[in-house]
């Protein structure tokens, strides 16, 4: 099936640094990529979903301005963690969207990336 | 807003036990469910899933029935196996919109 992976798996950084994460969709071409955050013992809540050739759309709650997503090319994401704090630490996953834009019936997750900020 | 509540894990059986894990939703309208299973060190896979109410989702031995009268999901599997050591994830979504997932259910089957 389809391969989505991300980069780095697991990062630590200090606080004030940022961090970019990347994701990948490596044998198909993703229109749509989403990034979701997962708390320990807590669901994925979707962050942005990102389109290629566009801006994100950020859901509710979420800072654009600290989490910035490109999404340059079709196998292309990157999430980047801007000034990165203690509360940012968390599980970051990546998704991508094969199926055409804006169904999500056919969503590949990446094996996601853990950042512990200090 | 929608939610999904699973039943909280971790939840350990020995090998060919029967597998309940519950999931109920609330949403409006007609949501399609889901099931993902995460297997360690790997992304989340879709597992099954059911679009309309009475449908049952089925793949590897595991199945869901959308129940509407109960708003509930939940998955079944007759016979585990070590190799069905995951985190499993129930999900709902409305139209186009986007994924809501429950808080995932740690399942450790011992041999």
């Known amino acids: 099936g389809a391969v989505v992976s991300q980069h780095p798996s697991r990062v630590i950084c200090k606080s004030g640094t940022s961090v970019k994460i990347e994701c990948r969709s490596l044998?198909?071409?993703?229109?749509?990529m989403f990034w979701y955050r997962q708390f320990p013992k807590q669901s994925l809540m979707l962050m942005a979903t990102?389109?290629?050739?566009?801006?994100?759309?950020?859901e509710q709650g979420v800072e654009k301005d600290k989490f910035l997503i490109n999404h340059a090319s079709l196998t292309l994401s990157t999430l980047t963690v801007t000034s990165a704090h203690p509360e940012d630490s968390s599980f970051y996953i990546c998704s991508a969207n094969g199926g055409g834009r804006g169904t999500t019936d056919t969503q590949y997750f990446g094996p996601g990336t853990r950042l512990t900020v200090l | 807003g929608d939610s999904v509540t699973q039943m909280e894990g971790p939840v350990t059986l020995s090998e060919e036990a029967f597998l309940t894990i519950n999931c109920t939703y609330t949403?409006?309208?007609?949501?399609?469910l889901f099931w993902y299973v995460q297997y360690p060190g790997e992304g989340l896979q879709l597992l099954l899933k059911?679009?309309?109410?009475?449908d049952k989702g089925s793949n590897k031995g595991f199945e869901a029935t959308y129940r509407k009268e109960t708003t509930s999901f939940h998955l079944e599997k007759g016979s585990v196996q070590v190799s069905d050591s995951a985190v499993y994830f129930c999900?709902?979504?409305?139209?186009?919109?986007?994924?809501?997932f429950g808080q995932g259910t740690r399942l450790t089957i011992n041999p």
């Open positions: 059911a679009t309309k109410a009475d």
């Open positions: 949403a409006t309208g007609y949501p399609s």
């Open positions: 044998d198909f071409q993703a229109t749509t």
């Open positions: 999900a709902l979504r409305r139209g186009a919109q986007k994924l809501v």
């Open positions: 990102s389109n290629e050739g566009s801006k994100a759309t950020y």
